[in-house]
Structures are given as C-alpha cells and as structure tokens.
C-alpha cells in the first residue's frame, strides 16, 4: 500500500532524478546537483517564513523561489570555471563542489552541524507531483525546440555541433543552470517534507542515486526520470511488502540496473515504450514513419498537404555574398605539427559562386586547410580570411554565422537523432528558438517548427534523401550519411560550402549525382572547397583547382592546365587518377 510519504518520495525523486537529465541530455555527466540541493534546502529552510504564520502555500512558494534561485546562482558560479570540462574532469569537478558544500554544512553551526535542523513539512502528495508534472513537462516541451535539438546535438557530437553554428559553452552552461535550478527546486521541496534535514541526506550516495534514476529511466527521453524515480523508490516499499528488511537490496539493485541498462539498454527503461522523438518530415513523397521512429507529439510537424503552402526556407535567410566577390582567402599559411609541417605557406582564394577543387595525396595538408578556414585550427604562420572574419580568432560557432557550413571526412552526425532533426541541428542559425513559446502552446512556435521541418525536408530532397528523413542518422549506409551531411551544411544557408572528400562511399552513380548538385549549388551563388580522391568528379565539377603535395601547393588553375601538370602527374604517380 502507497503511503502519502511513498507518494511524495517517488516525486521528488522523479524531480532530482530530473535535475541529472538535464545535463545528460547534453551529453555532460555533473554530480554536483546534491551541493545544489543542499545548499537551496539550507536556504530555503533558514528564509522562507513560517507556515503557522504565512500559511503552508505561501511558504511553500517562497521557499520554491528561493531554493531553485540559490541553485541557479550556484550553478551559474560552479558553471563558469567549469564549462570547459569534459566528461570524468567534469563529474570530479562537480562531486568536489558537492563533498564542499556539505563538509561545510556538518561544520557550521547556523546549520545545526551534522545534528541537523528542523524545517515544517508543509509539502503534500498534490503539491509534490504537481511540482514534478511542471518539471516533466518543462523538459517534455524543450526536446522538439531548436535549443532541445541543439543540446542533443552537443551530445552526439560536440565538434560538429560547433560548425553548425551552436554556441556549445552558452548551451552546455544554460543545461547546467537548469540542472542547478531544478535541484534546487528538489533540496527546497525536501527540506519541507522531511522535518528535519542534515547533511547525510545529500551526501555522495545520494548523487549517485539522482544519476542512476536518470540513467536507468533514460536520459534522452523526457519521462525517463519519473519512470527512473518511481521504479527505485518503489523499490523498498516492494521489499517491505514481501518481509524482507535487507537495506542493502536497494543499492545492490541500483548498481546491478545501472550496469545492465548501461550495457544492455543505454536508452533506459524509457525505450521500452514506443514513443517517436522526432518531427515528421514535410511534403509528399517522404518516408514517415520510416523506421518506426517519425510518430511523435510534435505540433509542429505539418502534414502532406500543408506543407506546400509554407515558404521553402525559414525566417533568417542569409546575405548572399555577391557573385565574383572574395569569399575567403589564405596567404602564406603554414601549419606545424611538432616536426610535421602540414602546410607550407599556402595561398588560396575563393570567390563567390566558384566550385574549388583542392586534390593531393594522403597527407598532403588538404584537411588541415579546411580546418584553418572553419576555425577549427589556428595556422603557425599567415593570415586567413574568411567572410571578413578571421577564422583564427573567431570561435567556430561564429565562423559558422558569418555562412562557412562544412562536411567532415569521416562523416560527424549526430548518430542517435533522426536524419530530420540532423539536418534541422543544421539549421539552428537560420531558424527561431521554440522553447519559451512552445511552454505556452503559442501558435507562432508550432508555424516556426513547421517552416523549419519544411525547410529541413528541402534539403534533403536535394540530396536525394528524403525518403530516410525518419530514420536514425547512425543506421545509415557511408554514402548516405555523407548526403545527410551535406543536407545539414545546405540548411545553414551558407555562403561557402567545404565538403571533404564527400564521394567516400559513394558508388558511381552516387558519385555522378553529387557531381550535378554540387554545380546546381554553385549555380544557386554557393561557394564550394572541394576535396576529393576522385579527381573524374574533380575534373567534372570544379571551375578551378588546387594542388597540394607536402603541405605546398604545386599547382593551381583550370582543371585542364592542372591535369596535365607535370608536378601533378608526378606527384599522382602510380595512381590511376590523374
Ligand atoms: N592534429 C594533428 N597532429 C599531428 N599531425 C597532424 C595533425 N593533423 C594532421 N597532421 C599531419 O599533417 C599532415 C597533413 O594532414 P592532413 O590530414 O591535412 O592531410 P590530407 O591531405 O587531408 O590527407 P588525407 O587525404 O589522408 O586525409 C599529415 O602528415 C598528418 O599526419
């Protein structure tokens, strides 16, 4: 039998379990949510006024207000020094805050040491799951936004989420603020509950709980941590139910599910239910419902026939660079690697609405190059300029804005999300943030999702893909994954296009259909880089061409002039290429 203590446990472990989701779904693993929690129950508990003379609501409400402010302060503290932590640094890091916030509460003594304090218990099983319905539906209603998509993104993968244009420190700071807040909200909720608290209630062990109710639930998907909550709580009462008194059977079984969900069901008990996580793309002739992935809650996803009605492209089309105008240029780049000398002063130019080719043998600096033009990679040695920009100083979310959209040569997507909402991370420079509007269901939110589904769905009809839209971007084959990330480049709207070696995978027919889109983007006044091992697509497409071999170019010019290079033919010799 549930007690109304039973009930409200289960909530509020649903809502720090949350408060873990936060920040996984953003690929950032905190352990830091207990010092939050600790520090807005002390808090809350200290400032809120009494209920016997405020009444229960009143003090429940400041006591809310100022539990989830001390844990958005903390966070943003915490966050800044930290951001640029990753993975195990980052989880140290934080468990270090959280073992620092209570040591300091076991000593202090308006905190009552490790005796504790005595706080009302004002919180009820209403008032606790209500709380936990406005966190779960918080969290439900930012997955399909642009900022829900582009956390997802820096989950799947970070660097390329940073050439699509995503500020990822801005992104992983405001995930981890909303982690604080919502453990805040959590500490202020426990410190009304239980009566009394003390330190030891948010000590180690109960951050490891917090992340296996995250995990264990599933930390991509919204419901996750209330399922992760409930079934751990539950646990036990199930226990008491059946006679058996073993308080080690709760953490044992947490540790064993954290092991087999990590190994056997990384999506959590969530992926036990079929619910889509993704738009629906846009127009006929599309596959939804491909892969069984593309039924989802999403208002936003238009259906066959409204689609044609919507603009073909989203709210902030770009400034078109001007035809012939220079669009980026390289002088005298070098790049050292310790004793590799990558590129040896380099100089290249492109203009608007030219195809460049960049050819070489394996090694030869083309990556390189295109690292310096997207800001990936500062040069030794030269200038570059790239749409105005400096790309050795600028960060590359911003290289991105200014219109440089790039493919990577071992394909970046984002694996677990769908080719639709890869190619709409794509588009996050381009389109309007949701969030906000969505929370209130504001008819402008769901028009913005549907111009961007539509705009998304465009680009990957042109490159023939849009029969996968529902699928998993990881599932796909090398040459589809390439088409996708060329998809995602073309729904930045970008000025200058880099696709490296974007043939890699592709059969001949592919090949020859990459070839006519490359120069129908040209045509579109898209400025293309070029690099590829198949030179007949080389040759084919590109208005000029330049050769590198060592790090130096060796030749440069109309392909004609280039093929028949001497330096060229030597340097491709015993190759059939050339
Ligand atoms: N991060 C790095 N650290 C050390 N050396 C590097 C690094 N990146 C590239 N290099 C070296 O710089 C040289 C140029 O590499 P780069 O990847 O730019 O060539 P590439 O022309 O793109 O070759 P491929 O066609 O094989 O990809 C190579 O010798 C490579 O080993």
Redesign the pocket.
């Known amino acids: 039998m549930l007690t109304d203590s039973t009930l409200v446990f289960v909530a509020l472990a649903g809502i720090f379990a949350f408060s873990f989701y936060a920040v996984l779904v953003a690929g950032q693993l905190s352990l830091g949510q207990a010092g939050f929690a600790a520090l807005a129950a002390y808090a809350s508990a200290v400032l809120a006024p009494d209920p016997g003379e405020a009444g229960d609501a009143v003090t429940l409400a400041v006591a809310l207000a100022i539990g989830v402010g001390v844990g958005v302060v903390a966070a943003v503290l915490l966050g800044l020094p930290t951001m640029r932590l990753r993975g195990v640094f980052l989880a140290i890091a934080t468990l270090g805050f959280a073992e620092a916030v209570r040591i300091l509460l076991v000593n202090a003594e308006w905190t009552g040491g490790a005796q504790g304090m005595s706080v009302p218990k004002v919180v009820t099983p209403g008032i606790a799951w209500a709380l936990l319905a406005l966190v779960a539906y918080l969290f439900w209603r930012q997955g399909p936004t642009r900022y829900g998509r582009a956390l997802a993104a820096i989950r799947e993968d970070e660097l390329a989420a940073r050439t699509t244009g995503i500020d990822v420190g801005a992104h992983r700071l405001a995930a981890f603020v909303t982690a604080g807040g919502t453990a805040g909200a959590y500490g202020a909720l426990t410190a009304f509950t239980m009566r009394f608290i003390d330190p030891g209630l948010f000590d180690f062990a109960s951050a490891i709980d917090g992340l296996v109710m995250a995990v264990v639930g599933g930390s991509t998907v919204w419901f996750g941590p209330v399922l992760g909550g409930a079934f751990l709580t539950l646990v036990p009462e199930i226990q008491r139910a059946a006679g058996l008194e073993a308080g080690w059977i709760r953490p044992f079984l947490a540790s064993l599910l954290l092991l087999a969900v990590i190994l056997f069901r990384p999506g959590g008990l969530a992926s036990f239910f079929p619910v889509g996580r993704g738009p629906r793309p846009a127009g006929r002739g599309t596959a939804r419902g491909a892969g069984g992935d593309a039924a989802d809650d999403d208002p936003g996803a238009p259906g066959a026939s409204g689609a044609a009605t919507e603009p073909a492209h989203p709210h902030r089309r770009r400034a078109r660079v001007a035809a012939g105008d220079v669009v980026a240029r390289l002088t005298g780049i070098s790049?050292d690697?310790?004793g590799?000398h990558?590129?040896r002063g380099v100089d290249l130019q492109l203009r608007a609405g030219e195809v460049v080719g960049l050819i070489?043998?394996?090694?030869?600096?083309?990556?390189?190059?295109v690292?310096i033009l997207s800001g990936l990679?500062p040069p030794s040695d030269g200038t570059a300029e790239v749409l105005g920009l400096d790309p050795a100083r600028t960060p590359v979310h911003r290289v991105a804005a200014a219109g440089v959209a790039r493919t990577f040569?071992h394909a970046k997507l984002f694996g677990r999300l769908s080719v639709l909402d890869n190619v709409l991370a794509g588009a996050h420079l381009v389109t309007r943030g949701t969030f906000l509007r969505r929370l209130l269901w504001l008819p402008s939110a769901r028009r913005d999702e549907r111009a961007a589904v539509v705009h998304a769905t465009a680009c990957l009809e042109r490159v023939g893909i849009a029969d996968k839209a529902g699928l998993a971007a990881g599932e796909l084959s090398y040459g589809d994954q390439r088409r996708v990330e060329i998809a995602r480049a073309l729904a930045a709207d970008p000025a200058l296009v880099i696709l490296?070696?974007p043939a890699a995978g592709m059969n001949r027919v592919e090949a020859a259909a990459l070839g006519e889109l490359i120069t129908s983007l040209a045509a579109d006044g898209l400025t293309i880089l070029l690099?590829e091992?198949d030179v007949g697509l080389v040759m084919r497409t590109c208005d000029r061409v330049t050769v590198?071999d060592f790090?130096a170019v060796i030749a440069s010019g109309e392909p004609a002039h280039v093929r028949d290079h001497p330096d060229v033919v030597a340097a491709y010799l015993g190759t059939e290429a050339v």
């Open positions: 790049k690697y310790g590799v990558a590129l070489g043998p394996n090694g030869a600096g083309k990556t390189t190059c690292n990679v040569q490296d070696e690099i091992h590198l790090g």
